[in-house]
């Protein structure tokens, strides 16, 4: 008999024997005595056990012990893509990443997210690829207020050359296509200067506007650039040389025409906003321009955006105090204004200025500065919608950082808006960051990102998407404290 077989008979006697194993193993009253039939049990037990068949609760001294159960079988059901839990080949599993992200997979920022099939989503990380900056012009005049856009092939940007108008492309690949930049507006055109250049884009060359005192007053004037960098109109044609003064030229173009907008001082000292259309061809549609806005007091410095739905004109505005807040209105592709007089965007008890404006295909997103504290700004923004509503009526906080943030300018890269502005951070200098806002509205997680960093001040940025890649300038002071340069970066995958 197995000596475990034993045991259990031994047990079993004792137990019978003593009529009870355990305190309370005395039958109830009225119940049969089964110690006859235990018995029984018992001896055919340890028969069995005797005659070599294994213990079912004890494994045989002498077998291999059991496998673990095989989780890989094709027996067994797979892992589940959705289950919210990471299992066989799944990278991730809906908010579940495996401790990944956007900064661990080799980009510098960004919010990783968990696709549909337990894949990683990266669409939302992003790198600044030229981190040292791209260097556009060290020329030993002071360059200024750059501006850029998207030519259907590559990115123009132009800036103030010492009173004149220049001009170079940039590849998606950042590499510089016009060594020496070329001039959209010379030097000293009648012994005149020029500045301040705004520029959009029609898929196959470039409206570039800017002011210029050619005519004794100061007016707006333009350009047309080929994707090439060809110029077409010589040293520009007048857009507006009403009397008075024009200053602060913007340009947007809506898929057929471009509108040009502007401060202009034809009724007064105080500024107005006027408007005009122009034809991809150079003509100019309404000579006597368009007024947008000619409330009580003044209005000025306007941005454009343009699209299937029309132009938004956006401004600063001193009707209700000289502080300034931002309005808006719509132009029509017709050169009809939709909302006289404009519709408030911001108009609380602090200063607002310096709107920028962008269109994602559905909405209008307009940014702009925000005193936050006198003389301290930070960058809010609100949705705007081709109907006239504003959509978000208590704005976004962009960056509302306890330092300085201003200049906002934006691009729309087809799935969310790139924000980009000059702050005040660690280097003790004014730097180029950025984030990036959501079709909804919202600030992306982990967007927040510096750009340009350097000892000097790095100032005036603006931004362009296309072919993959965000072109981010700016006017840059490394090359010394009295003249600027102008620096570009990428950012992309």
Known sequence: MHAHACRFVEISLLCLLAGACGADSAAPDGAADSSPAL????????????????????????????????????DLPPPVCGDGVINGKETCDKAQLGGQSCATLGFDNGALKCKGDCTFDTAACFSVLDSAGIALTTGQTSQEFPRVAWDGANFLVVWEDGYAVRGARVSTAGVVLDKTPFFIRPYQVGKSEAGNPKLACDGAGCLVVWWDNRGGTVDIYGNRVTQAGAVLDDTGFAISSAAGDQFNPAVAFDGTRYVVAWDDKRSGSKPDIYAARVSTSGAVLDKAGIAVCAAADGQFIPAVAGGSKGFLVAWTDQRASIKGDIYAARVSGAGSVLDPGGVAVAADARAEEGAAVAWDGANFLVVWQHDHYPNVWDVRGARFSPAGKLIDTSSVGVCTDPLNQHSPALAFDGARYQVVWSGWYANKAYDIAGARISVGGQVEPQSQTVIASTPENQLVPAVAAGGGKLLVVWQDKRSGAIKNDIYAARLGQ
């Open 39 to 74: 018995l029984d049990a018992v001896t055919r037990d340890a028969a069995t056990l005797d005659a070599g068949q294994p213990d079912a609760g004890q494994p045989d001294a002498g077998a291999p012990e059991a496998a673990l159960p095989d989780t890989t079988s094709p």
